[in-house]
């Protein structure tokens, strides 16, 4: 088990004492014991079904007290739950789940009540009379990851399928929650120690260095072992992309077309659209599944000279929006020659690095060459297809590709600086700079690796994962 967080005793722990109406406080038998935490793990309102959750040491005490006796492990009991005085608040089903075989590796008790939330609370508040503390966001995963019921990785991959945004990103979610992703980093890992045995030995060896190091092939195997870092970075990017989202911005000058082409994307008339130019004055977002890939749209006040503060206002925000997007679609009027005319100069102007599409709409007003642009028209649906296909280009989101994992960046920065330190592995073995400096580097991408199932992460670095989390999970 790793060193768990600082855990305070709770400062009163109540048993069921058989009378009804009286509960008996005991002293808490093990102070260094960790507490044991409730939650609501549903959302907030109303439903068919709510449940409690509840992990640590005395959740089996606070069972025998809510339910009367525990119900056979792993085995839904159906049981009226009472409250700390004995008064029933509801009956529903109880899952009673004693360690190390539950989703913390701690005794864990599921409550599957009616879903109010004034039951819901009065079996909470019933808990902490009984001795529990309310849980922090992502504690139970904390937990799970503390005990080793799975590695970092896998707990975050748990987060990611409930914020998931599309069906596609839900499956890389699963694939990597079920350790997928982990194996793929470990596999590495065991490669690299392998390579850090034989480079170790080679220093204890001194004389024989060079030829044991060429015996036991290392310079053939680091060339394996950055192959495997090139393949699981292309899909940890994917990943990444996946389980984040992008987010495109549409602007353009007034009338373009805009608003229209967010309502045909969208699949919904989201946007007003109406022929007098400067329509939209706020920014307006939709989110569209773009063959799996969850992106926002945004649709933005027309850019031109205007001394209306309104419209001012709507061109500064579209300004904010365009310096921060993933990807621009410049929308031009390709009826309007001026436009077309300005559009070069237009562009020149944006942000630094700012990634943008032109995208020439109206064209069944007005057929035109599109090189290098885009010709579409929101009225009739033309080119559409393409410019889905464009934008996904744009963002690097390759679909069709079988087994992508869900991925955060910081299991891309991992990964990334673990791969230098191999590539100057590389690079001072190929200069022969010394085996201790090629050992070193080796270390290097060793424990950068591990940061990413947890096996080398500081506390504080859990503490922001974990905190991210909601409540009950
Ligand atoms: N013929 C034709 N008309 C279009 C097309 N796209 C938009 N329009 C028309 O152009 C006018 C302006 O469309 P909007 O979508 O409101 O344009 P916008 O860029 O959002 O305009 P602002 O919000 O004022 O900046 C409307 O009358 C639309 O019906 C198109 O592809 N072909
Ligand atoms: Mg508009």
């Known amino acids: 088990m790793r060193a768990s967080s600082a855990h305070r005793p709770s400062l009163a722990v109540y048993r069921w004492s058989g009378s009804r109406h009286e509960p008996r406080p005991v002293p808490m038998p093990d102070l260094s014991a960790p507490e044991t935490i409730v939650a609501i793990a549903t959302p907030p309102g109303r439903g068919g079904i709510g449940v409690i959750r509840l992990s640590g040491p005395v959740a089996a005490s606070i069972g025998q007290a809510l339910l009367g006796s525990l119900p056979a492990p792993r085995r839904a009991a159906l049981r009226p739950f009472l409250d700390a005085t004995g008064e029933q608040l509801d009956t529903g089903l109880a899952i009673w789940s004693p360690s190390p075989h539950s989703f913390t590796g701690e005794d864990v008790l599921e409550l599957h009540a009616h879903g109010s939330p004034v039951v819901l609370d009065l079996l909470v508040e019933a808990c902490l009379a009984l001795g529990a503390r309310v849980a922090r966001p992502g504690e139970f995963s904390e937990r799970a990851f503390l005990n080793d019921r799975m590695d970092l990785a896998q707990a975050e991959a748990i987060a990611d399928l409930i914020d998931a945004g599309t069906a596609t990103a839900a499956r890389a979610a699963l694939r990597s929650m079920e350790g997928e992703f982990s194996s793929r980093v470990r596999s590495l890992e065991a490669a690299l120690v392998d390579l850090r045995i034989h480079v170790e030995a080679a220093i204890d060896f001194a004389e024989e260095e060079i030829e044991l190091l060429s015996d036991a092939g290392v310079s053939g195997r680091l060339a394996i072992l950055r192959d495997g870092f090139v393949a699981l970075l292309a899909s940890a990017e994917q990943g990444r992309l996946l389980q984040e989202g992008a987010t495109v911005v549409i602007a353009g000058r007034p009338n373009a077309g805009k608003s229209s082409l967010l309502n045909v994307l969208a699949g919904r008339d989201a946007a007003i659209v109406t022929p007098t130019p400067g329509t939209t004055r706020d920014v307006l977002r939709e989110r569209i599944d773009l063959d799996g890939l969850a ?179």
């Open 295 to 473: 992106v926002w749209l945004l649709d933005t006040a027309g850019l031109r000279d205007s001394v209306d503060p309104i419209e001012a206002e709507g061109m500064r925000r579209t300004r904010h929006e365009i310096s921060r997007a993933d990807h621009v679609l410049y929308i031009v009027d390709a009826s309007d020659a001026n436009a077309r005319a300005a559009l070069v100069d237009e562009v020149a102007a944006f942000p630094d690095g700012a990634a943008v599409t032109i995208v020439l709409n109206k064209v069944d007003l007005a057929p035109v060459d599109p090189s290098p642009a885009i010709a579409v028209s929101a009225l009739s649906g033309h080119g559409l297809a393409e410019l889905r296909c464009v934008i996904k280009d744009a963002l690097g989101y390759r679909t069709g590709e079988e087994g992508i994992l869900s991925a955060r960046r910081r299991h891309l920065d991992a990964l990334h600086r673990s791969n230098a330190h191999v590539a100057q592995a590389v690079a001072r073995l190929s200069t022969h700079d010394g085996t201790e400096l090629v050992a070193e580097e080796l270390r290097l991408a060793h424990e950068a690796l591990g940061e990413i199932t947890g096996r080398t992460s500081s506390d504080d670095l859990l503490g922001e994962i974990f905190s991210r989390f909601c409540i009950g999970k």
